[in-house]
């Protein structure tokens, strides 16, 4: 046999990957020609909302262990992915998200009693409303990838000049339907952003035993697609990453895959995931100094556009927020089997009727 | 012996059988290093190592696509479905690929595989983690159906399952994970696929169940039998594919009445099976029609209100009242 190593190589070869940064973990511009275009009012409000967000997280997971909510995944840590990339969104474009991605959906219009409800299991907390461009939160991890072609397929065919921003992790990477998604958006070439938030770990598996490619970013490559690799705890980064392709994606000008390197300073989930069995004290530590709040925070207030005063002001109207909207989750009107067999199709069938009455006779009977 | 948990029990299968033979591999979403999602496989990569027990990429498909090479390599996979509802992404490898490949290859190849996966409502998991969709992996020509009722029945039966040349479908109750513990003996022991278990006999009525409802449907027959002085027979079919009808007939031979209780939607499902092959078998011996107890066609209700949808004890009863009042 032919000595492999002899000859000329002719494997495929990428370049190195180098990370969008905007701002240094203290806080301070690092790199002028990719500052995004942003007001200070805009400024102001990435920085509202992202604090929002974490007092949001830091009540709910409360309220899931009072009962009062049931499946919850807490968001603290990946708040400059998740608020800095939506906010990158007209109204009109649409959100794909995964099952972690209240955030942007609420921040993108659709009503926290509502997604208080999708988490105590109540039908009406999938009911999006009119006018809210968004999926409810995708269960099968990377079915949203898919559904994201063809919901941005349906804007190009109708001429609409929006976008599609679908998000998953990097364990969703790993799906088939990831490569399928971004294959189609590529060869359609479709108006839609995909966005990975790498939080280091699917579950318990941490991104190294997920992929052997060096980064999630360079996976857009096969695909024929753009790809870019942010730091996913800089707000400034990842609103310029998510900027530009959504914009580049509205102008007819193909989809991009961003991965926003990040880190989930909480468990999984609030059903039993304990994060010490999995990765160490050090690295959660080395992480939460580098937290998106703490640099944005540095930032706006060497620019003079924020203060502990509005900070707290910020965290008082969260709380508030929060407590009104789980009472009005609290209040609305619990579910009925009849409705839930109604629910089904446009018409309830008539062996459905039947069951129905079934049902009725058998609760009447006591 | 043992007081065991189910959950207790189906690590101690796994453990057994991959002591005894070396081609067993367990492997799934976070099975390996913190050993499952509910534990199910804790302290087994310690023990075998990190080539026997491990974690894979997040990707049913390619979990599925995996015990299907392995199997055709001469390997005894057991590949865990974190929860029922993500086999859809699998089951072309369930459906298409392992249950048909004895029957391609000519019996060249088999796939002697078990996917585990949990499922069952009553513990309020989000959506698609809780579906009871054993029915439709029932009507899946070429794979064998478990659903085990209790922590001894859940050890013998996934040992067989494990040792079974074929693909075995093995669903495992999540209420039930923790919530009751039996007697479970140390090291080998098998309970046959394909043999239902009478748990309480009886003589004027048969209730044919399996899963969690064996406990809700013991619990309807104690109720009855002290308001009405009948007597109910409850069998557990344990395997709902293939179905142990001797048992069932020789049971409703003897009752001459008889409903059969799933937790799984009312149409074209176990159930649904199980009373077309009483008629076909046992026509002649009824007294009156065999009823379904089962929740409607609808997917699994939001947790909200879960515990409506699924049969209750009432419910039981009020269709054992329709059978002996026929």
Redesign the interface.
């Known amino acids: 046999m032919a000595n492999a190593a002899v000859g000329k190589d002719y494997s495929v070869k990428l370049q190195p990957v180098e990370m969008l940064k905007v701002l240094s973990p203290e806080g301070k511009i690092i790199n002028e020609d990719m500052v995004p275009d942003l007001t200070d009012d805009q400024l102001r409000e990435i920085m509202r909302r992202m604090v929002f967000t974490r007092a949001w997280d830091k009540r709910a997971v409360s309220l899931q262990r009072q009962g009062r909510l049931g499946f919850y995944a807490p968001v603290s840590g990946q708040e400059a992915s998740m608020i800095a990339s939506e906010f990158a969104t007209q109204k009109e474009d649409f959100i794909c998200p995964g099952y972690r991605d209240m955030p942007q959906l609420v921040w993108h219009g659709y009503p926290m009693y509502q997604a208080f409800l999708y988490s105590r299991g109540h039908q009406h907390g999938g009911e999006i409303p009119e006018g809210v461009n968004v999926l409810l939160p995708q269960i099968i991890i990377g079915a949203q990838i898919v559904q994201a072609a063809g919901v941005a397929m349906g804007f190009k065919l109708k001429k609409q000049k929006n976008v599609v921003v679908a998000y998953t992790g990097d364990g969703g990477s790993s799906q088939g339907d990831f490569y399928e998604g971004l294959n189609f958006a590529g060869a359609f070439n479709l108006p839609v952003v995909f966005i990975v938030q790498n939080n280091q770990y699917a579950i318990s598996t941490p991104r190294s035993k997920q992929t052997a490619a060096e980064t999630i970013a360079q996976k857009a490559i096969a695909a024929g697609i753009r790809g870019i690799q942010v730091d996913g705890m800089d707000a400034l980064a990842v609103y310029k990453a998510t900027h530009d392709a959504v914009e580049r994606a509205r102008n007819g000008e193909g989809p991009t895959l961003i991965e926003t390197v990040t880190y989930r300073f909480g468990p999984h989930s609030m059903s039993g995931d304990d994060p010490s069995k999995y990765r160490t004290k050090d690295e959660q530590g080395e992480w939460e100094n580098i937290d998106p709040l703490i640099r944005m925070r540095k930032y706006l207030e060497s620019k003079g556009l924020w203060s502990e005063e509005v900070e707290n002001q910020v965290m008082e109207e969260a709380k508030a927020t929060v407590n009104e909207q789980i009472k009005k989750a609290e209040q609305t009107p619990k579910m009925t089997i009849e409705g839930l067999i109604d629910s089904m199709f446009e018409v309830t069938p008539p062996d459905l009727e039947e069951q129905k009455a079934l049902y009725a006779a058998a609760k009447g009977d006591k | 012996m043992a007081q065991m948990t189910m959950i207790q029990a189906i690590t101690d299968a796994l453990r057994t059988e991959l002591r005894r033979d070396p081609t067993v591999l367990v492997f799934g ?2 099975v390996g ?2 050993g499952g ?1 509910f534990r199910a496989t804790e302290g087994l990569q310690k023990e075998f190592g990190e080539e026997r027990v491990f ?1 894979t ?6 979990i599925g696509g995996l015990a299907v090479g392995l199997g055709v390599q001469g390997f005894r996979p057991v590949a865990e479905i974190q929860f029922i ?2 086999i ?2 699998v089951m072309d490898s369930i459906v298409a690929q392992a249950a048909r490949m004895r029957y391609r290859s000519g019996g060249r190849y088999n796939s002697p595989i078990v996917f585990r996966t949990p499922y069952g409502a009553g513990v ?6 809780s579906d009871p969709l054993e029915g439709l992996l029932a009507q899946t020509p070429g794979i064998k159906v478990v659903v085990p009722s209790n922590p001894y029945d859940a050890k013998g039966l996934l040992i067989s399952a494990i040792r079974d040349n074929d693909p075995v479908f093995f669903v495992e109750h999540l209420k039930l994970y923790r919530s009751i513990k039996g007697e479970v003996p140390e090291g080998e022991y098998t309970i046959p696929l394909g043999k239902a278990n009478v748990v309480k006999e009886g003589k004027d009525v048969t209730i044919i169940t399996y899963g969690a409802m064996v406990h809700t449907s013991l619990e309807a027959a104690k109720l009855i039998e002290q308001e009405r002085g009948v007597s109910v027979e409850v069998i557990d079919l344990r395997t709902i594919k293939p179905l142990d009808m001797e048992t069932v007939i020789a049971s409703v031979q003897k009752t001459n009445r008889a409903i059969v209780v799933q937790e799984a939607q ?2 074209a499902g176990v159930a649904a099976e199980v009373i077309a092959q009483i008629n076909e078998k046992a026509i002649l011996h009824l007294e009156a029609p065999v009823l379904r ?1 089962a929740p ?4 699994i ?6 515990d ?2 699924v049969p209750n004890a ?2 039981i ?3 054992l ?1 329709q059978v002996l009042d026929f």
């Not at chain 2, 309020?124 to 983690?129: A, R, T």
């Not at chain 2, 409607?296 to 997917?299: K, N």
């Not at chain 2, 209700?301 to 879960?306: D, K």
């Open positions: 979403e976070d290093h913190v999602v974690d990429p997040l990707a049913e498909s390619g509802g993500f859809f992404e309020k998991s989000p959506e698609l983690h009312r149409s107890c409607p066609d609808t997917v209700a939001f947790p909200q209100i879960e409506e949808w009432a419910r009863v009020h269709t009242k």
